[in-house]
Nanobody, 127 residues
Framework: QLQLVESGGGLVQAGNSLRLSCTAS????????MGWFRQALGKEREFVAA????????RYGDSVKGRFTISRDNAKNTVSLQMNSLKLEDTGVYYC????????????????????WGQGTPVTVSS
């Protein structure tokens, strides 16, 4: 069973940066494409960013494109999300997720394809 643990969330002022990390254990990390999702209060969980198994291809949700960067270190079993120029609407609980569904050199933006989830880390952006 793949276990995922997020860290790095917290309270930050709008315009500032925050870096989230997710550490995996229990399975071979490089077997999984990874993603970050977020859920604001009263809203559905939405796609934020994804990365292929080797880390060569990334994709972002429209609302974070140009501000967030996803990366991974397979040697350390970690995936990170660097969040810059944070906005009030970035507030929510951020979840790390893993999927083995995509082909070898692909990623997924589809929430239902992710079978492994962390517990989430809250991010609050204040004015």
């Amino acid at each position: 069973q793949l276990q995922l643990v997020e860290s790095g969330g917290g309270l930050v002022q709008a315009g500032n940066s925050l870096r989230l990390s997710c550490t995996a254990s229990g399975r071979t990390f490089s077997d999984f494409a990874m993603g970050w999702f977020r859920q604001a209060l009263g809203k559905e969980r939405e796609f934020v960013a994804a990365i292929t198994r080797a880390g060569s291809i990334t994709r972002y949700g429209d609302s974070v494109k140009g501000r967030f960067t996803i990366s991974r270190d397979n040697a350390k079993n970690t995936v990170s999300l660097q969040m810059n120029s944070l906005k009030l609407e970035d507030t929510g609980v951020y979840y790390c997720a893993a999927t083995s569904a995509p082909p070898r050199y692909a990623l997924s933006t589809i929430r239902e394809e992710y079978l492994h989830w962390g517990q989430g880390t809250p991010v609050t952006v204040s004015s």
